[in-house]
């Protein structure tokens, strides 16, 4: 069973970095085709899709936020890393991960989830 | 970017009713375009992909059509698990959007 857990702060500050951390289990980041990307969710409205990396270590990004964005996979070998900088109220969301394989266009399998506050 | 939209944006319906939501691309997307149902407090589900294809362990009471700018979501026969919100995302371009969602509450 594929799982991914979302961990990080739940309040940040304007203008502070956030830095979100997704746990992957189940299947390994380096299998060919397994892309591990992050999504946002403001209150009430549609989700949007942020950055994807691939098994190959293949990076994209939303083209409106990715001079804020940047993802990495971490040392542990099971784990994605997201930086997001300056974080603004607006940036006030549920942040997911989701796991996306490379032959599909679709997130399959998404985290539980973590809302991240952005107040001073 | 691609522009998504839906209608209607909230639906009242009852238990054992055909429900239809339909999406629209700004643009040609072909068919890919997958269906999420999402309850208060939890991660969209996939119910469709592909504009047709219902992902493994979806009720086959779901289904997908369309093509190009125009798709449908059907429910045949609406159940008490159904009432959520439904979104559609389309994934031809690598901006992946999504559209405003279908909220599908009780009548």
């Known amino acids: 069973q594929i799982t991914l857990k979302e961990s990080g702060p739940t309040l940040v500050k304007p203008t502070q970095t956030l830095t979100l951390t997704c746990t992957v289990s189940g299947v390994s980041l380096s299998a060919r085709g397994v892309g591990v990307g992050w999504l946002r969710q403001p209150p009430g409205k549609a989700p949007e899709w942020l950055a994807l990396i691939y098994w190959n270590d293949d990076e994209r990004y939303s083209p409106t936020l990715n001079r804020r964005l940047s993802i990495a996979k971490g040392t542990s070998g099971n784990q994605v890393v997201l930086t997001m900088t300056n974080m603004d109220l607006a940036d006030t969301a549920t942040y997911y991960c989701?796991?996306?394989?490379?032959?599909?266009?679709?997130?399959?399998?998404w985290g539980q989830g973590t809302l991240v506050t952005v107040s001073s | 970017d691609i522009q998504m939209t839906q209608f209607p944006s909230t639906l009242s319906a009852s238990v054992g009713d055909r429900v239809t939501i339909t999406c629209r691309a700004s643009q040609n997307v072909r068919r890919w375009l997958a269906w999420y149902q999402q309850k208060p407090g939890k991660a969209p589900n996939v119910l469709i992909y592909?504009?047709?294809s219902l992902e493994s362990g979806v009720p086959s009471r779901f289904s997908g059509s369309g093509s190009g700018t125009e798709f449908t979501l059907t429910i045949s026969s609406l159940q008490p698990d159904d009432f959520a919100t439904y979104y559609c995302q389309q994934y031809n371009t690598s901006s992946q959007t999504f559209g405003p969602g279908t909220k599908v509450e009780f009548k």
């Open positions: 592909d504009a047709s």
């Open positions: 989701a796991l996306k394989y490379f032959w599909n266009g679709y997130p399959s399998t």
